[in-house]
């Protein structure tokens, strides 16, 4: 069964395993090791998780599948006016394939209406395949941008829409 639990300051360093393993597998053959890295270790120190979990408009969920830690993803409600912006969403390769990510963006779906927000945008890698996973699930792409995210990386990416009704 998949279950969402909330984050807290406890799950940090179960966020931060799951983040190294996904990235590593969902990027390696789109970054290099060294980007990898940098932005795992920028975008998932402790410092960084805790900021955004104590954050009251960023919510951060474990993916369980059997009470096993399949995935994660965090989201940020009212990120514009009516607007969340998905984040991160990753699952562990071995979750792949299963729905899980599906039922995943159902959920982020659901808290999205229940906090009277009307669209959700995300970026993507234009080189990951989850855009296509996105697309299944009613996301558009609205615009592309490439961004400088330090120490001599960019991210090229497809900014991606999905409209409420």
């Known amino acids: 069964m998949i279950t969402f639990k909330e984050a807290k300051e406890e799950d940090i360093s179960l966020i931060q395993k799951l983040a190294d393993k996904s990235w ?16 795992v270790t920028e975008m998932y120190s402790h ?3 805790s900021w955004q ?24 409600l009212h990120y ?6 998905l984040h991160r969403i990753y699952l562990l390769e071995e979750f792949k ?5 599906k039922k995943a963006l159902d959920f982020l779906k659901t808290q999205v209406r229940e906090n009277k ?8 890698n234009k080189n990951n395949p989850a855009k296509s996973v996105y697309e299944s699930q009613g996301f558009q792409v609205y615009d592309e941008q490439i961004f400088d995210i330090g120490n001599g990386f960019v991210m090229d990416d497809f900014l991606m829409e999905l409209h409420l009704v």
Do not use: C, W
């Open 53 to 76: 979990i104590l954050s009251p408009n960023y919510l951060y969920y474990i993916i369980l599948n059997d009470e096993i830690g399949a995935g994660f993803m965090g989201f940020e």
């Open 47 to 49: 410092y960084e998780i």
């Open 24 to 39: 590593k597998s969902a990027y390696q053959n789109i970054l290099s090791a060294d980007q990898i890295t940098y932005m």
């Open 80 to 85: 514009e006016e009516m607007t969340t912006k």
């Open 97 to 101: 394939g299963k729905g899980i990510g």
């Open 117 to 124: 927000d009307h669209r959700i945008i995300l970026n993507v």
